[in-house]
Every structure is written in structure tokens, then in C-alpha cells.
């Protein structure tokens, strides 16, 4: 098959062992790469009912056929398992320019089983294994580990690490790249961590068969004379993901004091504009990619002055501006900071935060924090990632903490999963798109959201509403296969998807085609879940989102979810409880 290796390289941690193992061309052509092969190697290697920390749960880390190829968008790897956050299918992604080594060494996926016997920094070259003692870099923060994988291997590799969240164990830890990019969401450092795996380095000179590169060029070249007229990579360079802080703001789905409020007051001192006006920014992009939403930042004045960063993100911003009321970017930045440097996932981390200050202002708790409380917060999280004190506690996730301290009906997850600042009160798609999404309330499974906010479909709207939020996460399914950035959705949809398969595998498909095979994958990770013990009732939300009015009375109703819910299960060919009818596998 070209455009793959056609093989994964399987390594056992335990034993200092590694095996190569074929894949067949028919798996490529049911599921591509990317999400969909490594979500086929998680059903066949790992036993259902595993505990995410056993040595029998698997690490995928997955590449898709567009990496080393002439495809804009295409930096960025995938790590699968199952997660120790949710119990169930965990996927996570980074871009920066790690996924370029990862690809020359000469597979499509690399499975990590077992446990190394002490701290472990794992080299994996076209030539093969090394593992190298990291004792010295076990403790180390994520920047910093970088650096020491770096000189550790003495060579130019991609590198990968965890920072001391997840070598404590920290159920939402993340693994970093390039400073500051992450695979951030569903804990993925835990599960390294659990492998006593430090970090890994990755380099090769091994080069794939691209099946019909004329067509990718000519893909790459249309869309590199795009670049200075094309109004979404125009407003990626310009304001990167913070442009949404006044958009959310100005409609009333801001999430604010733990999902209390719909509007920040003070929210321009966080927007896209008020961090151009108080610090230093930068656009920067990952490798091959044009948009360069990234913003480098350093803060200007203040006491964190000379701080620097890639961020923040949008959703950090919403994290830790809205829900703990923080209306100051510069301290925003310096949250964000504090958890790059730990390896915690910022969504997670601030709605845990702002989930302790309401035990706190409810008496459920004797320590001392309330909202706007920086110096706090910051201590909260270096507690949580050194399981200090009631950080122990909130490492252990929201559906942990929540039933310790008896506020199960004020927490707000999906299957463990913390939701984005997509409110579905007011975008009803987005009800729709975290109660379906395969590894618990996540936006960019279906971004739903970009139709409700376009007008495409008003976001009340329950009619319709399945079929576009599925047209839209079956592109993005693909978007997954290939492990191609988000931010090409609206540059690559489905006549760009059928080029980019035709030119580096050589499969030519149609529409249908296309979304036969985003329905393989979806059916995949659905019946991993079903196999770890989800149910029907799951695939639900939050009650507050139910009872709890925002922004001029906004709720969802249960029988407005129900409605989506029964149309999505139609459409996807699943029964009424959610249970895939297709025996594909």
C-alpha cells in the first residue's frame, strides 16, 4: 500500500524487546492510518475491562499517510489507549514539528506495552531501540526535559516528554513537544508515566512511496496561493483561536464562574485584542503549516514581566479567564505557564480549579480559595502535580473529586471529560457533539458549532441538527485518519479529503466512499467504548445544562438531546441504544 509503511513496530518495555508486524493492505483500506489504524490496534491488543495503568494497556502513537508528504496541515502525531481520565477511548494530537522525525523512521504506528524497570528516555531510530537511563531527568519539568532528552541522545531527533504530573500519575497529564505543544486532553502523560517512560526521540532517514505526488502538489501549491486572500488562514495569522473570546462573549457563551454565567465582565482585557495590546505576539506556525494560529508571547510589564510562551489558547483563556474569573491576560498567561511547565492539560486543570473554588465558597472544603485568586490557583496546580494535600484528591479527576466531596450535581463533565467553552445551552449542536464523542465532552470530535455560529443552522435548532453536526465530525474523523490539523476543515473538505487519499495512497474515492470510511473508524471507537462498559445512558449531559438557565433563560431540554440523540443513532446505523449494527471490524 503506498502513501504507509505497512507495518508497526510493537515495543516491550518490560523485556528491552521490539517487534515489527505487518499490516494488511485491507486494513488501510477500511480505516486509512492515523485514528483509524491505532483504534483497530487497541481493540486487537488490548484485553477489554483493563485498568489504564495496567501493563497490559497499550500506547499507541500513530501516524497518518500525509506525514513527510506535501500536505499542508500535516505536522502532528496521535497517541491512543485507554485512559486513565475516562475509563474509556482516549485520543489526544500535537502538531509542532515532532511528527516529521517521528515519520522518517520507517512505520505507521508504535505500540508501547509493559513497564521499564526504572525511569526510561526511549530512542527509536530506522536502526533501531536504544533505551537510556533517565534517573537524572525523572523530576525534571517539562522544558527542561527537553533539553535533557536533547543532549541525551546527542543527535537532531523529535522529542517527546511528560513533565511531573505525569510521572505522578495525574488522570489528566499531558505529553509535550516543542516546548509547548501537547497532546493535552484525556491524560496520556498518566499512562506514559504508569510505563515509567520519561520522554522518547525519534529520527530516520526511511521515505514512503507516495502514490500520485502530481496531485498533492498541485493541492499544495493552490492552497499556498490562497494565503494572503483566504479569510480563515488570514484570520489565524492575525488573532490565532483567542479571536473567539469576543465572538462567545458577544452571544453569551462564555462559560464563566464554573459555568454560572455566560459573559465575563472585563473579557476584552482577554481577548485576541487585549493580549496584542499588552504583550509582545508573534503568529507562529507548526511545520508545513500556513495559518500560524501560535502566538508567541512574552509578557511586557507587570510582575511577570519577560515570561514567554506559544499560547495562550483560546481554550485556556476560557479556562482560566472565565470559569475562576480571572479578567487579566497577563496572569491567564502565567497560569498557562505554570501548567506547560508541570504537563497538565489547561482545560482540565482550570475547570478543576474553579470546580475547588465553588467547594470552597460552598463550605464543602476547609481550604481558603475564591475566584480571581491567582496566587492560589497557581499553588493549586503545583499541589495537584506533586499530589499534595487536596491536590491528590482533584489528581484523581472531576468524577472523583465530585462524589468526595459531594457535589456530583454541580460538576460539569461528560464521562469524565470537562466540555470546551461551547455552551450547549446556547449551541444546542454542541449538547449533541459532547454527549456522542468517543472520549467524553470534547468540541473537536464534531465542531458543530462552526455551522451555529454561520448560520448554516440556528443553534435552538433541534431539526437537522444530527446530520450536520455527523457531516461534520465524519470529516473530521478523516481529518484524524490522515492526522492533519483542524484548522484545514474549511480548506480541505470532502473534494479536498478525496485528493489527498488518491495522492499519497492511491484509493479513489466519492463522497460516499469517504464517509464509508469515517463510519469504519466512529464504529470502531464506539465499540471499544461499549466493550469498556459505556451504555446509553452515557451519552448524556450534565443536569445543570438541563435545569440551570444561562444568557436570557438558555437551557437544553432532555427531550431536545433525546430528539438529536435517536436521529445521530440513525444516521450513524447504530441501534436505539447506540450499538453499532454494521459487523464491520
Known sequence: MKGVYGKVLEIDLEHKTSISEDIPDSIYETYLGGKGLATYLLLKKNKPGIDPFSPDNHL????????????????????????????????????GAVAEYMGRVGYDAFILRGVASSPTVLEVTDAGIKFHE??????????????????????????????????????????ANNYWRSAGRTGMGAVLGS?????????????????????????????????????????????????????????????????????????????????????????????????????????????????KLEGPEFETIYSFGGLCDIPNINEIVYLNDVCDRLGLDTITAGNLAAFTIEASRRGKIEEKIDYGDVDSIASLLNDIAYRRGIGNVLAEGIRHVAQEWDMEEIAIHVKGLEPSAYDPRVFKGMGLAYATSDRGACHLRSTVFKAELSGQIAPDEIEGKAEI?????????????????????????????????????????????????????????????????????????????????????????????????????????????????????
Request: aromatic share 8%.
Open 60 to 95: 499507541v502513537i500513530a501516524l497518518g499517510p500525509t506525514v513527510n508528504t506535501k500536505v499542508w496541515g500535516s505536522s502532528r502525531y496521535g497517541l491512543f489507549s485507554k485512559s486513565p481520565q475516562t475509563g474509556i477511548y482516549a485520543e489526544s494530537y500535537s502538531g
Open 134 to 175: 533517565a534517573g537524572d531527568i525523572w523530576g525534571m519539568e517539562v522544558y527542561d526535559a527537553q533539553d535533557a532528552v536533547r543532549n541525551l541522545v546527542g543527535k537532531q531527533s523529535g522529542i517527546i516528554v511528560i513533565g511531573p504530573a505525569g510521572e505522578n500519575l495525574v488522570r489528566f497529564s499531558l505529553v
Open 195 to 307: 510505563k515509567n517512560i520519561k520522554g522518547l526521540a525519534f529520527s530516520g532517514t526511511a521515505k514512503k512511496e507516495i502514490a500520485e505526488p502530481e496531485i498533492l502538489q498541485e493541492l499544495w501549491s493552490q492552497i499556498s496561493s490562497e494565503r494572503k486572500t483566504n479569510p480563515v488562514m488570514l484570520g489565524f495569522k492575525a488573532k490565532g483561536t483567542p479571536a473567539l473570546v469576543s465572538v462567545l462573549n458577544e452571544i453569551g457563551s462564555f462559560p464563566t464562574r464554573y459555568w454560572s454565567k455566560g459573559t465575563l465582565d472585563g473579557w476584552e482585557n482577554i481577548s485576541a485584542e487585549g493580549l496584542h495590546e499588552q504583550c509582545n505576539v508573534r503568529p507562529h506556525s507548526c511545520a508545513k503549516c500556513l495559518m500560524a494560529c501560535g502566538r508567541l508571547t512574552e509578557v511586557i510589564e507587570g510582575r511577570h514581566k519577560g515570561l
Open 469 to 585: 453536526a455527523l457531516d461534520y465530525e465524519d470529516r473530521l474523523t478523516l481529518h484524524d485518519a490522515f492526522i492533519t490539523c483542524r484548522f484545514y476543515r474549511d480548506i480541505y473538505v470532502w473534494d479536498g479529503l478525496a485528493k489527498i487519499i488518491q495522492g499519497t495512497m492511491g484509493i479513489k474515492l466519492n463522497h460516499d466512499g469517504l464517509k464509508k470510511i469515517a463510519a469504519n473508524i466512529r464504529n470502531l471507537s464506539q465499540r471499544f467504548n461499549i466493550r469498556e462498559g459505556m451504555t446509553k445512558k452515557d451519552d448524556t449531559l450534565p443536569k445543570r445544562f438541563f435545569t440551570e438557565p444561562i444568557s436570557g433563560g438558555k437551557v437544553i431540554n432532555p427531550q431536545e438531546l433525546e430528539k438529536m440523540l435517536q436521529d445521530y443513532y440513525t444516521l450513524r446505523g447504530w441501534d436505539n441504544e447506540g450499538i453499532p449494527l454494521s459487523k464491520e471490524v
